[in-house]
């Protein structure tokens, strides 16, 4: 969808790596794996499969290799 942009891996690394670097303690990736809302609650429908590194058919995207290392730095250094 044009409403929609791409987010390819290094905009995440990049976009974490910023926040990070500028005081961010937490991070959250807000739906890291995609599904269905109950009820049409969700604002583009049912669904909710845009982006999220995991797919709801469990598939990895390329973004979740990104994630899951930037998640081994934190980890690491705390």
């Known amino acids: 969808m044009a409403d929609r942009p ?5 905009d995440l690394d ?4 910023t926040c990070v670097a500028h005081g961010m303690n937490a ?7 995609a599904g269905e809302n109950y009820e ?7 669904r909710h499969e845009w982006q999220a590194p995991i797919d709801s058919n469990g598939d990895l995207r390329p973004n979740y ?3 899951r290392h930037l998640g081994s730095v934190f980890k690491t250094v705390g």
Not at 27 to 33: I, P, Q, R, S
């Open 6 to 10: 791409k987010l390819y891996p290094q």
């Open 14 to 17: 990049l976009n974490t790596r």
């Open 27 to 33: 991070l959250n990736y807000y739906m890291f794996v």
């Open 40 to 46: 049409e609650i969700g604002l583009f429908g049912r």
């Open 65 to 67: 290799d990104k994630a």
